[in-house]
DNA sequence: TGGCAGATTTTA
DNA sequence: AAAATCTGCCAA
């Protein structure tokens, strides 16, 4: 069916650096099957977190309970919740061992765009998936999906060719350090993104 | 546009 | 105990 267009990424994909992981995800679908509705959106704002000179990744200070699926293989997911209200949805890069994930941001819905606004009690196209916590309120993403195979399952990350060229790079959300690192990605003018400063 | 309450988990 | 990769609402 065309809203399932697309191959999902596999292993390879994951072969570079987390900031340039980070910008190749921009254009490729997040897909979520829950009870039979497809729930998907197209990537629009991505943020990498190091492990190396960021203070600011949940990884900086070593494996605890929370972090543990940043150390693990990539091309996974790591969902955590926040602020006692919302989850946020990572994807897991770097080799097993060492603690980096890309968070994404900002989605385009793409599919289940009907289910996306009950489930966000909203109609308005740009406050269903632009925002970490937004995102994954509309996709149904919760703790059941942390440490998931994006490559196959119910949540999967797809490529349909989608390419965005003039991405831009600027400092993060919502940290305290490391603020002034341009690790923040998304293409130029793009309507969906979280903010636009 | 800006400030703040809300509500829970994790870590120090 | 304090901070946390946030969001929605309300007042100006």
Known sequence: MASMKGKPLQ????????PDIA????????????DGNILSGRIVETEAYLSQGDPACHAARGMT????????????????????NHFC?????????????VLIRALEP?????????????????????????????????RSCNQADLSSGSLLLLDDGCIYDDIVAVPRIGIK???DLPLRFY??????????T
């Open 89 to 101: 949805f990572n994807i897991t890069t770097a080799p097993e061992g060492v603690g980096e994930a």
């Open 177 to 179: 350090t490391a603020a």
């Open 65 to 84: 309970p929370r972090n543990r699926p940043m150390f693990g293989p990539p091309g996974r997911a790591y969902v955590y919740f926040i602020y006692g």
């Open 187 to 196: 293409p130029a003018g793009n309507q969906f993104v979280s903010r636009r």
């Open 110 to 142: 793409v599919s289940g765009r009907e289910e996306m606004s009950a489930r966000r009690n909203t109609s308005d196209g740009r406050l269903l998936c632009s925002g970490p916590g937004r995102l994954c309120q509309a996709l149904g993403i919760d």
């Open 23 to 34: 910008v190749s995800l921009l254009g490729k679908v997040l897909l979520h099957i829950v």
């Open 11 to 18: 292993m390879g994909f994951y072969n570079g650096s987390t």
